[in-house]
């Protein structure tokens, strides 16, 4: 068991802002609520109380490879939640095609320091239609599981993950993964693309293989992904 210290709040304004107030190494912030929980892309993350919503900072990172932190993050809630649960790339977890949790990856300086805040919707979920995907949570699905017994296991699992090599953390996400072998849709800022998911390579890219003629596969670093 990784020595995590957890620092508990009844409500905050978002785990991963109150994170950015701690140094050490596996320091976990948890918070019942957030009022101004934050989602990718300068969404909001909406957080109620009956959602987890927690952040775990891990002190100099490889800069050169956070997207495996982000892998390693999503393969470890996959594999902690007990359903049939499937990462959708790059961090999105899904069950039955429905998303049940979000990941958001920011850093920090002095010292460097990377933060992985994970929300899960345990018991709730947003009925908000404009979603790429429809929400879900674990009660939704007829999944119980204790707040806390889900912490512990998860953190766990992400301190295993984080001892294993980027190839494994990515053969792992792979097995866990929606749509590889399958025609997709990407969307970027500012494009569409169709293709074929191939996988990912080293560092975590989205490889997709497209009707391109001179150069079929491109490499995606970040986008929506559809199926
Ligand atoms: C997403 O848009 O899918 C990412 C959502 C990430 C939400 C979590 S909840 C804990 C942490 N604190 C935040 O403000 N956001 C992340």
């Not at 494994?168 to 997709?184: D, H």
């Not at 890219?205 to 391109?212: F, H, P, Q, V, Y």
Request: net charge positive; glycine share 8%.
């Amino acid at each position: 068991m990784t020595d995590f210290t957890i620092h508990k709040f009844p409500s905050l304004k978002s785990t991963n802002d109150t994170a950015k107030d701690y140094t050490d190494n596996f320091s976990v912030i948890v918070a019942d609520k957030q009022t101004q929980g934050k989602g990718r892309r300068g969404k909001t993350w909406i957080s109620p109380e009956g959602g987890l919503y927690v952040s775990i900072i891990i002190t100099n990172p490889d800069l050169s490879n956070l997207g495996i932190y982000s892998l390693a993050a999503a393969l470890s809630l996959c594999e902690v939640i007990p359903a049939k649960a499937k990462i959708k790339w790059p961090n999105d977890v899904l069950i039955e095609g429905k998303k049940v949790s979000g990941i958001l990856l920011e850093t920090a300086t002095n010292p460097s320091r990377l933060i992985i805040g994970i929300g899960i919707n345990i018991n709730t979920f947003p009925k908000d239609n404009l979603l790429s995907y429809p929400a879900t949570s674990l009660k939704n699905e007829n999944i119980t599981i204790a707040k806390d017994e889900l912490l512990t296991s998860l953190l766990n699992q992400l301190a295993h993950n984080l001892t294993l090599s980027p190839q494994q953390i990515i053969a792992l996400w792979q097995k866990n993964a929606m749509g590889i072998g399958k025609n997709i849709k990407v969307t970027l800022a500012k494009d569409t693309l169709f293709g074929v998911f191939k996988g990912l390579d080293a560092k975590g890219n989205l490889i997709l293989s497209t009707k391109n003629k001179e150069k079929p596969d491109k490499t995606i670093p970040c986008g929506e992904i559809y199926f």
